[in-house]
Nanobody
Framework: QLQLVESGGGLVQPGGSLKLSCAASGFTLGSYAIGWFRQAPGKEREAVSCISRSGGSTNYLDSVKGRFTISRDNAKNTVYLQMNSLKPEDTGLYYC????????????????WGQGTQVTVSS
């Protein structure tokens, strides 16, 4: 099964940083593109970032460009999301998901949503 476990969330002040981790269990993470998603209370889930299988291609939600960086270490079977200069609007439950690819017709999700990790940005 394509089981992913998110971790690294927490409570931070505006301007602070967090690094989220997405660890795979039971499969090889390097076989899939990985996307990060988030959902704030009362809002729709939105795609935050995606990284290709090799890590050679990435994309970001416009509102997080320049502040967030997605990366992967396939040897550790883990994908990361470095979040800097955090804003209250970044608050939400963050999920990662295996994908066929990061663009166009390849944006097909595998598995199911996990528990996510909570990110709260507040002063």
């Amino acid at each position: 099964q394509l089981q992913l476990v998110e971790s690294g969330g927490g409570l931070v002040q505006p301007g602070g940083s967090l690094k989220l981790s997405c660890a795979a269990s039971g499969f090889t993470l390097g076989s899939y593109a990985i996307g990060w998603f988030r959902q704030a209370p009362g809002k729709e889930r939105e795609a935050v970032s995606c990284i290709s299988r090799s890590g050679g291609s990435t994309n970001y939600l416009d509102s997080v460009k320049g502040r967030f960086t997605i990366s992967r270490d396939n040897a550790k079977n883990t994908v990361y999301l470095q979040m800097n200069s955090l804003k209250p609007e970044d608050t939400g439950l963050y999920y990662c998901r295996a994908q066929l690819g990061c663009s166009g017709r390849a944006e097909v999700l595998f598995g199911s949503w996990g528990q996510g990790t909570q990110v709260t940005v507040s002063s």
